[in-house]
């Protein structure tokens, strides 16, 4: 061989030496490396093998050991995961529901219906329960990751001692991700600052495309790929996000069946539908016009008969009577039938839309070959379906989480609006109850099988043989990873990174696949949200409701809690309480509720709701720890709320070192957008402030007076006038002058948006106000804008 390039052969020569003095002799390397079936795999990461120091010289008389590789178990199947979000029980057309939707019914025809199979009755909680195999407290995620505390089995903060299935899988040699929502994220560490130890990426998933929050605006959602903030095309005609993420998902599974079809996959499929808003495309919603009008007491029966049909409920099971605060029907007015009809027609539009998305995701499978060998987990619903809309719904949810009651005339000017960018919309709490049929309560509600009772379907052709079965075990979310770590051939991981790891609190469910006869595994299951706690123990459940999901306050002292009692062998749907005549079952059934919230860190029990999503009140950490004052630059955007400076219920100024041009425009600072926010910007050379309150009133604080071109200092200066949600005077200076001054009549009291954030320069997302264009850039230059908060006065 001839070099004409004499520094490239003393390269060479140099990596042949350095190789060979570090592999071992033809002898040398038959010191045995474990095959991939004969790693102990309950220790992880798995350690690689060591061999003997090399004392051959020349690489050609040596034979390189066997590379060390993890892989799967043979014939490991792939695992997907479907999880829709706050859809009941009564919904899906695979379990006697209204909303059309055939993925799910073909899955089941293949495959198998649980009908006794339940969530947590609340978002992150499921979510962290399912990822993991471990009761929710026991992830210390008692409740949403926005109102986490600081007490054990609500700090947010998932223990070293839990291991997601992601990471498990991921350490067995499949390759991992994640699409859509994900919310179990501590909102502290939401931020570009991280840690992002407890994103997706940082939880056993390879790759992650979705948002962090609890739920995201459709036409216009907070993205991140990775760790990285990106921007879909929202402006392309028919954007949706689930449609988007869907491109995404099936993008990354024919690249990897592309590169590797040897190595299994598990991805977790989890929409932000159908969480409101309730954002459908129009074709979709158009399907089911007029198909309400018969309103939700009607439909509760029509569905009742439908699960009887189906097998999906026993013969026996009567109607559980709904809430007291729900109206029947007949006795509604004409508006408001009107408005909760179309409200109903959205949400099954973005029902049915949502199942389509999910048929695109199966017929890749299929046509890759792949959907044999698939164990597919499509269940229907993280919770009941959601009651947080009220009596008569809501066109922008964030009046809900500020605690400002929307009225029926608000709703009806806006009622073409709904579903679209235009709204932030959620349905009537009687769509709700009627969607959990045939159950009394919702999400929330962790006492009632309406809040936690989801249908699920699972589809594995290679090993499960029984096909369009029902089977009625009783399980839990907890029980879906033990499932899957039997289907893969794996046992639940003892160490994993040098940390002992608790005992599995979930079961498998393979036991059930093949025999429809088999006796319970799961005896016992503790339930409790935000004071609604219950206990499920051999065939009986006790249960208590402490507080509706639009009541402002829990209905009593949880020690005075009214308890109830049911047979659910006998008693499906909770329709006949036993407390009067059972009252020793009902006072052995509370007393085993207690041990087990010992047991799983569910105690002390906290009650409060929507004022724990104030850090300082609830006890959590806060990005800002404190601060009274924030310094921000330029190119500072895409800023979550929880980790910026806490500007609500309080005095403000915000003081911006900018260099303008002549007639200037754009934002200086922003936070929020069109449902919630406010934004220090200029237009044509005039300072301004709008105040945009839950998206119901803007008010506005402009000058008269162009800025001249240069250096200038603005000033905005809130004077607040105390409590919470309250007014107070808004004054613009330049320069030291006062140059505008307005009142401020309203303010939010808890949130500008949990899918907005705060931007310098632009304004991402949506738009605080229509003044001006969504991403208005500043024309000139930012140097910084500094925000400090005081108090207000008493």
Request: aromatic content about 10%; hydrophobic content about 35%; overall charge negative.
């Amino acid at each position: 061989m001839k070099f004409k390039n004499s520094f490239a052969a003393i390269l060479l020569i140099a990596a042949v030496v350095t190789v060979s003095c570090n592999q071992p002799t033809q002898k040398e390397s038959t010191v045995n490396a474990p095959a991939s079936g004969e790693f102990d795999r309950s220790i992880l990461p798995i350690k690689e093998p060591t061999y003997p120091a090399i004392t051959e010289l020349d690489a050609r008389n040596a034979k390189a050991p066997p590379r060390f590789d993890v892989t799967a178990p043979e014939k490991a199947p792939n695992i997907v995961i479907v999880l829709i979000d706050d859809i009941g029980f009564g919904h899906s057309s695979a379990f006697g529901g209204p909303i059309n939707m055939p993925t799910a019914e073909k899955l089941a025809s293949n495959g198998l219906k649980y009908n006794r199979f339940h969530t947590t009755a609340l978002c992150s909680p499921t979510r962290t329960a399912l990822l993991t195999g471990y009761n929710h407290h026991s992830n210390n995620a008692g409740a949403i990751m926005e109102v986490a505390t600081a007490f054990p089995g609500n700090t947010g903060i998932r223990p070293q001692s839990i291991t997601t299935i992601a990471e498990v899988l991921r350490m067995n040699g499949y390759s991992t991700a994640a699409f859509g929502k994900y919310h179990e994220t501590p909102p502290w560490e939401g931020s570009v600052s991280g840690p992002y130890d407890r994103w997706p990426t940082g939880s056993g998933f390879d790759k992650f495309y979705g948002f962090i929050g609890g739920e995201t605006n459709q036409w216009h959602p907070m993205v991140y790929d990775g760790t990285t903030r990106v921007y879909p095309k929202v402006d392309d005609p028919g954007y949706h996000f689930t449609t988007d993420m869907t491109d995404q998902a099936l993008a990354w599974m024919n690249t990897q069946q592309s590169l590797t079809p040897e190595k299994p996959f598990y991805m977790y499929f989890a929409t932000g539908a159908t969480h409101a808003p309730h954002h459908a495309p129009k074709e979709y919603i158009d399907k089911y016009k007029g198909k309400f009008s018969q309103g939700w007491d009607k439909l509760r029966e029509e569905t009742l008969a439908k699960q009887k049909a189906l097998g999906v409920v026993p013969e026996n099971t009567v109607l559980a009577p709904k809430p007291a605060d729900i109206k029947d029907w007949d006795k509604l007015t004409a508006d408001e039938k009107r408005l909760f009809e179309r409200q109903m027609e959205i949400f099954a539009g973005f029902g049915e839309h949502t199942d389509h998305e999910v048929a695109r995701l199966v017929s890749a499978l299929e046509e890759r070959g792949e959907m044999e060998n698939t164990v597919f987990i499509y269940i229907i619903g993280d919770n009941g379906s959601s009651a947080e809309g009220g009596m008569i719904g809501m066109y922008n949810e964030n009046t809900y989480f500020n605690g400002v009651q929307e009225t029926l005339d608000m709703q009806l000017t806006r009622i073409n609006e709904l579903g679209t960018e235009h709204t932030y919309n959620h349905f009537a709490a009687g769509w709700a109850v009627a969607g959990n049929t045939p159950f009394t309560w919702t999400k929330q509600i962790a006492s009632n099988f309406g809040g936690t009772r989801n249908g699920m379907i699972m589809h594995w052709p290679a090993g499960i043989q029984s096909k369009n079965e029902v089977r009625s075990q009783f399980h839990h979310v907890i029980d879906i990873a033990p499932t899957i770590y039997e289907a893969a051939g794996l046992p639940a991981p003892k160490m994993v990174n040098g940390i002992e790891q608790r005992p599995m609190e979930g079961v498998s469910m393979v036991y059930s696949f093949n025999n429809p006869a088999a006796p319970d595994v799961r005896t016992t299951q503790y339930f409790e949200m935000i004071g609604n706690r219950a206990i499920y123990h051999e065939g009986w459940f006790a249960g208590t409701i402490h507080k509706a999901p639009w009541e402002a306050a829990p209905r009593r002292p949880l020690a005075e809690d009214v308890w109830e009692l049911y047979n659910v062998t006998e008693d499906f749907s909770q329709a006949n309480n036993l407390a009067e005549k059972n009252p020793e079952k009902l006072e052995e059934l509370k007393k085993k509720f207690m041990e087990e919230a010992v047991k799983y860190n569910v105690l002390p029990i906290d009650d409060r709701s929507i004022e724990r999503f104030d850090p300082v009140i609830a006890g959590r950490p806060d990005l800002m720890n404190g601060r009274t004052k924030l310094i921000l630059y330029e190119g500072a955007k895409g800023i979550p709320e929880n980790a910026f400076i806490n500007v609500k219920n309080t005095s403000l100024s915000i003081t911006a070192e900018v260099e303008v041009p002549a007639n200037a425009s754009g934002v200086i600072l922003c936070q929020g957008g069109d449902f919630g926010g406010w934004s220090f910007y200029i237009i044509d050379g005039k300072p301004s402030y709008t105040y945009n309150w839950v998206g119901l009133e803007f008010y506005t604080v402009s000058s008269t007076q162009k800025l001249a071109p240069g250096k200038h200092t603005l000033t905005f200066d809130f004077a607040y006038d105390g409590g919470r949600g309250g007014g107070g005077t808004g004054t613009i200076s330049a320069d030291g002058n006062k140059i505008a001054e307005q009142k401020i009549a309203k303010t939010n009291s808890n949130t500008f948006g949990i899918d907005e954030s705060a931007d310098v320069g632009t304004d991402e997302n949506t738009p605080v106000t229509p003044v001006y264009a969504r991403k208005e850039k500043f024309t000139g230059k930012i140097n910084k804008v500094t925000v400090e908060t005081f108090a207000a006065k008493k």
